[in-house]
């Protein structure tokens, strides 16, 4: 009790969630602890599965999204992109699954951050709706090809997935590499009729500056129709697309950087909900799976959100890369493997590789880094 009074009393003199993350911590304990209790108690096996092991499962997943959720809020994109192809590379779970869970791991990760953006005034209240319907349908109708895609598929269905999400992941490295064309703050000459009748103009307040600036923003059309194509990406391959808004936001429709950003999470977080339906009627969200990952991903958001101010996040988005280049050349191999064009790579390959990937990408962030500070 004395322990909680003192957070409280924390909490009104800092901006950081103590309480939520004391909260989310203890609950997460409890739960843990109490599940190992009754494992032990009642070591059940399912289908060839003691219930200790799937417990241990469980408590690795949970640790295993907190760090996917720090990385993802570091690096400026959501959770989705990392989790949904690490599991569809590494593991043999069934893709609707991962894809499910994957579009409430991006969506929650989105959510997150949500409701500090908009209570700051960065995120732009009325575009948000807009932006929101037109990638809610995306996202409902790639969910819904991915349902009907995947019914009499099989192998050579999982296989496909598989290497098409290895090369998108690929082109996807190679878009951050090329550093993704960003404009901090585009001057906006013209506004079409479409975006003038809509009033999406705003302002925000720009901390570093101490001043208010207001902005103007352009191709509203353009905005809803790449919106909705990336819905139905995210909703087809479960990863989301905050990727892919901000950009969408920042240099199709002239948004500053700073109001992209933030607008990208509330649009993510609140329309990918619509996604999340059709594999929810397709059996493909089992919750004792995605709890764990969805309770990560909030304790890892907050954590990441606060070590922003303080890591380079250079140095995290370079070696983020280099986990993304490994995960799709598993991608790809796996399958290659699964539609019969080549053998299974060895486990000693792999390792190997990951290494000097690994190794590839530290020895770049620290030149990165060197060469700032010169």
Known sequence: MILL???????????????????????????????????????IVHNGMQTSTIVWILF?????????????????????????????????????????????????SGAVSAGIFTKKGLSNYRLNLVMILCLGLGAFLGAELAIHTAIGTGVMGEGALRLALGCILLALVIFFLSGG???????????????????????????????IRNYKVKRAPLGMVLLFLIGILGGFFGMGGGWA?????????GLPLRVAAASSNVILGVGGSMSVWPYIFAGA??????????????VGGFIGAH???????D?????????????????VTKGLEMLGFIREIPAFVQVILFILIMLGAAMIAFRERRRNNG
């Open 245 to 253: 808004i901000t950009p969408a936001l920042n240099i199709g429709m």
């Open 60 to 108: 690795v997943s949970f640790f295993l999204s907190v760090a996917i959720a720090i990385l993802s809020v570091m690096a400026g994109i959501g959770g989705g992109i990392i989790f949904t192809p690490v599991m569809l590379a590494f593991t043999d779970i069934n893709s609707l699954l991962v894809r499910g869970t994957g579009i409430i791991v991006a969506m929650s």
């Open 315 to 331: 140095f995290v988005r370079i070696i983020l890369i280099g986990v993304m280049v490994f995960t799709s050349f598993t991608l």
């Open 285 to 298: 969200v089992i919750p004792l799976f995605t709890l764990p990952w969805l309770a990560g991903q909030v």
């Open 181 to 211: 064309k960003k404009m901090t703050s585009p001057k906006v000459e013209h506004v079409d009729k479409l975006t003038r009748f809509l009033k999406l103009e705003g302002r925000y307040y720009e901390e570093g500056e101490k001043e």
């Open 307 to 313: 070590a922003l101010t303080r890591v380079k996040v």
């Open 5 to 43: 009074q003192k957070i409280i009393k924390k909490c009104k003199y800092s901006d950081f969630p103590y309480l939520e993350c004391f909260i989310i911590g203890t609950t997460v304990a409890v739960s843990f602890a109490c599940l190992m209790a009754l494992s032990r108690a009642t070591d």
